[in-house]
């Protein structure tokens, strides 16, 4: 990616969500190498160790919006002066929301698209880094598949977001390799739990 970030560095939306939602799903199945969470919002990842995060929302009418910040590369001021994001931004984008992050210096970046070309605001001269590298994982399969190296059935569980169901057998085969199996009962099925809940928030449908 280029440093600061630019539009062409990002994939199609919808590519994007895919490997957003199995991310999520790998996490909510108890392998965690981030902190996930899908609802109709979009997903919210955040890695509470390097204190990066980003959310990407992809709309049904083919608008999407991804934002978030990498506190050691995003540089959100220019001469002393915090730069506006949302600068000329369409009104359907979530303004409050992001007015607030950035109003407690918590917004690095924002990208957005309405017939699946990215855009964002035209950066400061000089602007350093945006810290859109912390969400390479969406942006190609390798990335994402790397990123969920401890799951060894990731790949398949790619291919069933992208089909929109996943097979029975791959759910308890990811709940397994999570170590799901080897909990006591209560906790195992708060993953399955968890799993199918996030499952269902991504629209993906879990065969019985």
Excluded at 12 to 24: F, I, S, V
Excluded at 162 to 182: I, M, Q, S
């Amino acid at each position: 990616m280029h440093q600061p970030g630019v539009p062409e560095d990002l994939d199609r939306p919808e590519e994007m969500r895919h490997r957003a939602a199995a991310l999520a799903l790998v996490a909510a199945a108890g392998v965690r190498p981030a902190e996930f969470h899908a609802d109709e919002d979009g997903v919210r990842c955040e890695n509470p160790g390097s204190g990066w995060w980003w959310q990407l929302a992809v709309r049904p009418d083919g608008r999407a919006v991804l934002y978030g910040q990498d506190p050691d590369g995003s540089h959100t001021h220019a001469d002393d002066q915090q730069i506006d994001f949302l600068a000329g931004a369409p009104d359907w984008l979530p303004h409050e929301d992001l007015a607030d992050l950035a109003e407690g210096n918590e917004l690095g970046f924002v990208y957005w698209t309405e017939a699946g070309t990215w855009t964002r605001i035209a950066y400061p001269e000089g602007h350093l880094d945006d810290g859109l590298v912390c969400t390479d994982m969406l942006v190609t399969d390798r990335e994402c598949l790397d990123f969920a190296s401890e799951c060894p059935r990731a790949g398949e569980l790619l291919a069933g977001v992208r089909e929109g169901r996943l097979p029975a057998a791959l759910v308890e085969a990811l709940l397994d390799a999570a170590g799901a199996g080897g909990k006591d009962p209560r906790r195992a099925e708060q993953s399955r739990a968890e799993l199918l809940r996030t499952a269902e928030a991504l629209g993906v449908a879990v065969e019985r």
